[in-house]
């Protein structure tokens, strides 16, 4: 139930000039501390700006939530105590993937199902009832990260794409092109946590290739994303 961490400083929307620097220079983010006992120590966000938890919540600039859902949330949150247990880390399946029989995601899906990608599909189809070229396809779900730290994601894609993660757009390379390699800058996670990744693209014309890979804290190569890491919801 915490975000601390070494590699983990995090914006949600609420730095301003008078939250001040970081060892003399930028603040790009705030150490985040524990939920245990959240309860009890109001005001919240760093500066004390928000007397309430809904209304830290409502602060966050990548939420968008009724009251209904906030007050539900908010609720859950007073619930989380020095003697709860460790968050859950559900295992997943995949990401739900929606094939479209044109190449801007159109109209409505040929083929949907729930998978890890990584393909090849070379010259064929990648699946009954799509087309052979001139498809595309958006992947969404979550991931959830085994480890807190530093992660990055790459793609290997033939030809474009797009990827979200957290609601912030990493990779664009939305154009027609051979096999190639495209990087995000760093994205902090703490363990175990689940945020929505979407992942879009699409092939035109000879052979098909999508890959979606990471780099997990500490490590130097990269990776296909675990289907148990990627849930459909």
Excluded: C
Excluded at 3 to 28: D, E, F, H, V, Y
Excluded at 130 to 137: G, R
Excluded at 209 to 217: F, I, S
Aim: hydrophobic fraction near 35%; charge should be neutral.
């Amino acid at each position: 139930f915490t975000l601390s961490g070494a590699n983990t400083l995090s914006n949600i929307g609420t730095l301003k000039p008078s939250s001040g620097q970081r060892l003399g220079g930028q603040l790009t983010g705030i150490d985040i501390p524990t939920l245990r006992d959240v309860w009890a120590t109001a005001p919240y966000l760093h500066d004390g700006s928000a007397p309430t938890l809904e209304a830290a919540i409502k602060a966050h600039n990548t939420v968008s939530l009724a009251d209904a859902d906030i007050a539900t949330l908010a609720a859950y949150l007073r619930e989380i105590g020095s003697d709860e247990g460790p968050a859950p880390s559900p295992v997943g399946t995949g990401l739900r993937g929606s094939y479209y029989n044109n190449s801007s995601l159109s109209g409505s899906p040929a083929l949907t199902r729930v998978e890890a990608v990584d393909f090849d599909w070379g010259s064929g189809a990648p699946g009954p009832g799509v087309n052979q070229d001139n498809f595309s396809v958006r992947w969404s779900g979550m991931v959830t990260a085994g480890e807190a730290g530093a992660y990055r994601f790459r793609t290997v894609s033939d030809d474009g794409v797009r990827v979200w993660v957290n609601g912030v757009r990493v990779i664009n390379n939305w154009s027609d092109h051979a096999a190639t390699t495209n990087t995000s800058g760093t994205v902090n996670l703490a363990a175990g946590q689940k945020v929505t990744i979407t992942v879009e693209y699409y092939e035109k014309g000879g052979k098909a290739v999508m890959r979606l890979r990471w780099r997990t804290p500490g490590t130097s190569s990269y990776i296909a994303i675990p289907a148990a890491n990627l849930s459909a919801d």
